[in-house]
């Protein structure tokens, strides 16, 4: 079982984080860091997952900190 995501590609940030969980709330949840040169990754899951919620959101490193930009709008997939 696997999950495939994509998204479009942001101007002058350095990566993107994505949350997923199975949880709406996102209470028990996986992060995952992904670089700017890719606009897509596929997560495989272990466990039977029947439905999985993902949010993204872009970062950009100032300083050394990373500043955080607005979360995009959270998306329930189900997994077949």
């Not at 997923?20 to 949840?29: P, T």
Request: aromatic share 12%; charged share 35%; hydrophobic share 30%.
């Amino acid at each position: 079982k696997a999950l495939v995501i994509r998204w479009k590609k942001g101007k002058r940030i350095n990566g993107y984080e994505i949350q997923l969980s199975m949880n709406k709330k996102f209470k028990k949840k996986i992060v995952v860091n992904v670089s700017k040169k890719h606009t897509s990754t596929k997560i495989t899951f272990n466990k039977k997952v029947s439905k999985i919620y993902v949010k993204i959101r872009p970062y950009k490193k100032i300083k050394g900190k990373k500043t955080y930009g607005r979360w995009v709008k959270t998306v329930g997939n189900r997994i077949y």
